[in-house]
Structures are given as structure tokens and as C-alpha cells.
């Protein structure tokens, strides 16, 4: 890749952390881990072809032109916290893509689209990927580690913290989070 077109793909990775919270690549990879999909599973059920997601995933292009598919993405994104934290089967989970690949957008799933338990109270791994997306839109995890790198000596859990969350796996930070709640 030439230097123009690195700076393309960090540009449309940019606008992609603008529009939608993270790079896309980030968002699309978490959705195929957490409800065990592959690309062209994912694809189908946004309703893209492939290659387009493909080119959403590298940064070759950084938006997402159909409004009905940012619907199904957070549809996905909702289901997808819900089949982590267990309160949604992955018979379910699959029913539910299914549902949503359906989907033409508007409002025929906004009772689903929960991001709190019944208790109100947000789930333990939607907090610790709001923190992880912080911390990620302010650094690249090349520069949070060499932060908490530098940190280590005179604040060791800071420079835990910096990594487990800026640098480190969704089920660590899950676990990390849980262990330091009282």
C-alpha cells in the first residue's frame, strides 16, 4: 500500500470513529466474535454484499450508504451484548439475525434494543466496552501500553488498568472490571 493510500485508510478510519463510535474493522470483528458468525454470515445479515464488507472492515471505504444497514449494525451490536452477558441463547441470537436480516429499518425492533438488564442497570460488558472505546479513540494500543509502560513503576494498577482495557481483550477487561467491583 502507498502512502496515499495509508492515508486514505486512516482518514476513512477516522471518519468511521466520527460516524460510528470506533473503525468499523473493530466493530464488525466484535459482532463475528461475540455471535460466532463469519464475514459472509455477517454480510448477509446486514445486507451487504461481501466485498463491500469487506472494504467497510480495511478502511478502502468508510461509509456506510444505506441507513437501513447503521440499523441493522446496532440491532446486531444489541443482540450481540445481550448473547454475551447470556440473557439471550444462541438459538435465540440466531432467530434474532434472522429477524433482523428481514429488517427494512424504522422502529419494528426498538423493544429489543436493550443495553441494560431488566434492572436497569447497564451490562458488565457494555461498560467495559464503553471504557475500552474511550480509551481506544484517544490512543492507538501501541501507545496506551508504552503509557502504562511508563506508568508501571510508580502507579502499577494504572498501567494494569491502561492495559487490560486500552490494549487488551473484551473477556480480560470483563474480568478485570469484575474482580475490582465491591
Not at 49 to 56: E, K, N, T
Not at 76 to 90: H, I, P, R, W, Y
Not at 93 to 121: L, Y
Amino acid at each position: 500500500m502507498d502512502a496515499a493510500q495509508q492515508e486514505a485508510t486512516a482518514r476513512a478510519r477516522e471518519l468511521q470513529r466520527n460516524w460510528y463510535g470506533e473503525p468499523l474493522g473493530a466493530l464488525f470483528r466484535r459482532l463475528i466474535d461475540d455471535l460466532g458468525l463469519n464475514q459472509a454470515r455477517l454480510a448477509g445479515v446486514l445486507g451487504l454484499s461481501a466485498p463491500m464488507l469487506s472494504q467497510l472492515m480495511s478502511g478502502q471505504r468508510a461509509k456506510i450508504g444505506n441507513p437501513a444497514v447503521v440499523q441493522r449494525v446496532q440491532l446486531l451490536q444489541d443482540l450481540a451484548g445481550q448473547a454475551a452477558d447470556g440473557s439471550v441463547s444462541a438459538a435465540e441470537a440466531t432467530e434474532r439475525m434472522d429477524e433482523i436480516k428481514k429488517s427494512q429499518g424504522g422502529s419494528v425492533f426498538t423493544n429489543t434494543a436493550q443495553t441494560t438488564t431488566s434492572s436497569g442497570a447497564p451490562t458488565v460488558k457494555r461498560v467495559v466496552r464503553e471504557i475500552q472505546s474511550l480509551l481506544r479513540s484517544v490512543s492507538a494500543a501501541g501507545d496506551i501500553i508504552d503509557a502504562a509502560d511508563t506508568l508501571a513503576p510508580s502507579h502499577p494498577e494504572l498501567a494494569e488498568f491502561l492495559r487490560v482495557y486500552g490494549a487488551g481483550r473484551t473477556s480480560d477487561a470483563v474480568t478485570h472490571y469484575q474482580a475490582h467491583q465491591s
